[in-house]
């Protein structure tokens, strides 16, 4: 896993960050504004912390802003109302391609 912070020096990391930080609603990305968490609640009747404008979609991310980057090579698909479970697996043949084996399995 990879964390894609606000000064990230990879161009297509980066890209990825600002896209990801585009792609979340206005009021997901308001949040970032927001007290940090774990701190005390303000009283009901007090919600300048969280009245901020939305930002917009081209405004530059938040630093603190953070993209995680995965690149599993399993992955372990449950869904239960469905009775379905599903297991992928990730091969690399010798010249580099990757392709995904899926296998259907009990729940």
Request: proline share 10%; glycine share 4%.
């Amino acid at each position: 896993m990879a964390l894609v912070h606000a000064d990230e020096e990879d161009e297509k990391l980066a890209r990825a960050r600002a896209a990801a930080w585009r792609n979340l609603s206005g009021a997901g990305r308001a949040q970032f504004s927001w007290p940090h968490p774990g701190l005390p609640r303000p009283e009901p009747e007090d919600k300048s912390p969280y009245d901020v404008p939305c930002p917009s979609t081209d405004d530059p991310a938040s630093s603190n802003f953070s993209l995680a980057v995965l690149d599993p090579s399993q992955v372990d698909y449950l869904h239960l109302k469905k009775n379905v479970r599903k297991l992928f697996r990730l091969s690399v043949d010798g010249a580099g391609a990757r392709s995904w084996a899926e296998e259907e399995l009990n729940p």
